[in-house]
């Protein structure tokens, strides 16, 4: 069961944040997938891993991590550049 949140970096607008593991994760978002440009053509790659769009590490299906509206972070990374900026309420 996810938890969702939001964040302040200083001077910045508030973010949304959301907590969940990596099994969370993938059935939230089944049809996840790479696209690589080239030219005019582009080519949909299917992905079944969960990676931290921050230091590349591997999220594992038990493993919590963190969703914004663009990026994944693992625990580790979402310790270091979220959890300091949560909105105290």
């Known amino acids: 069961m996810s938890y969702k949140t939001t964040f302040t970096y200083p001077g910045d607008p508030t973010s949304k944040v959301e907590l969940m593991f990596g099994a969370e ?9 790479i696209v690589i440009y080239g ?10 891993e969960i ?22 972070y693992c625990w580790a990374c979402f310790l ?3 959890k300091p900026y949560l909105t105290r309420s």
Request: aromatic share 6%; proline share 7%; net charge negative.
């Open 25 to 33: 994760f993938t059935h939230a978002n089944p049809d996840r997938e």
């Open 80 to 82: 270091e550049w979220i």
């Open 39 to 48: 030219g005019d053509i582009a080519q949909h790659i299917p992905v079944d």
């Open 51 to 72: 990676i931290c769009d921050t230091c590349n590490a591997g999220v594992e299906l038990y493993d919590p991590c963190a969703v914004t509206e663009s990026r994944l």
